[in-house]
């Protein structure tokens, strides 16, 4: 596939894409729905989004979500990687957020751009890299602008040229130099970066997601 086609493909998607994307802006005006989302992206690392997706909605419908303990919410992890660690992450967000009745609408409205709060959200929740605290922004409407750097995006990127290879290790560094091409990239192809991630992650997975 070349850009030409890339293109075209984007043409073709562009309305189930702009429909992915407004439910994500609706997802960021319900605080159930903004948790959902935070928990979702602490157990994406090395493990299916689908799965992960799967896992909690299944959690917030029992209950054990918004009430379960470490241990009860690790049962239902067994298809994910490391669910000893995401579990506990999972109650800590909690009570750092829900038990404290923090309103997330408010709590975001406090920073001055989305990169200020994709910061706090890596130095301040445990489970969240950079990857991950983008993918949580966008998934509220707020990361329009992030790069969100899994293996199907990262893959294309080389495959159009944007990167020279996959990094073994994504570190801080390398994430911002990849996203900072990412965003040229975007421009030069006259896609916006939100429809671009949607975009590659649906030409390897065959659908849009999240």
Not at 24 to 29: A, L, T, V, Y
Request: aromatic share 10%.
């Amino acid at each position: 596939m070349d850009i030409e086609e890339l293109k075209k493909l984007h043409e073709s998607k562009k309305a189930e894409i702009a429909a992915r994307l407004k439910y994500f802006e609706e997802n960021g005006r319900d605080n159930e729905k903004i948790f959902m989302e935070l928990c979702f992206c602490l157990c994406t690392p090395r493990s299916s989004a689908i799965k992960c997706d799967r896992i909690i909605k299944q959690l917030a419908s029992n209950g054990l979500l918004f009430n379960g303990a470490s241990n009860e919410i690790k049962k239902y992890m067994d298809e994910i990687s490391f669910p000893d660690e995401k579990s506990k992450y999972i109650v800590e967000a909690r009570d750092r957020f829900v038990s404290q009745n923090v309103n997330f609408i408010d709590f975001f409205k406090k920073f001055l751009s989305p990169a200020g709060a994709r910061e706090w959200l890596i130095k301040n929740v445990g489970g969240l890299g950079r990857k991950e605290a983008s993918h949580f922004l966008r998934n509220i409407g707020m990361g329009k602008n992030f790069a969100i750097l899994d293996v199907h995006v990262m893959r294309n990127l080389k495959w159009f040229n944007v990167i020279e290879e996959i990094p073994e290790q994504l570190n801080d560094r390398k994430y911002m130099e990849i996203e900072n091409k990412m965003k040229k990239f975007s421009d030069e192809i006259s896609i916006p970066m939100d429809e671009l991630d949607l975009l590659l992650w649906s030409k390897e997975a065959g659908f849009i997601f999240k």
